[in-house]
């Protein structure tokens, strides 16, 4: 089960987190940039970051880097992501690109469906 499905499942039976704001992240933040490093890493690659000046949206209006703390989901629910750290996401990379890399896997995934 990931860790989001046992986040979820941790909430959701625990009578604690009734009425709580419980966040399921990671504990870490990473920025895009070092996320799309760990991707060509994992997947054997050098990439280059290209930034398409059309795309660049005004200062102060992006978000860059995304942290979630997961205090409250350890206090009220015993709750901590296996795939948590810089090692956990590292962990995560590597097994969606080895997911990725199985041709019985490909033909399964719609990338051209937008799926809820």
Request: charge should be negative.
């Amino acid at each position: 089960m990931t860790d989001t499905a046992r986040g979820f499942l941790a909430v959701a039976t625990s009578e604690r987190a009734l009425g709580q704001v419980t966040n399921l992240g990671s504990g870490f933040e990473v920025s895009i940039g070092d996320t799309v490093r760990i991707i060509g890493r994992q997947m054997g690659r050098e990439l280059e970051l290209v930034t398409a000046e059309a795309r660049v949206r005004p200062k102060a209006s992006e978000v860059e880097r995304l942290w979630a703390a997961n205090d409250r989901a350890r206090e009220v629910c015993d709750w901590t992501p296996a795939y948590g750290g810089l090692d956990g996401f590292e962990r995560g990379i590597a097994e969606t690109a080895a997911w990725f890399s199985n041709p019985e896997n490909l033909r399964r995934y719609k990338h051209d469906v937008y799926n809820v």
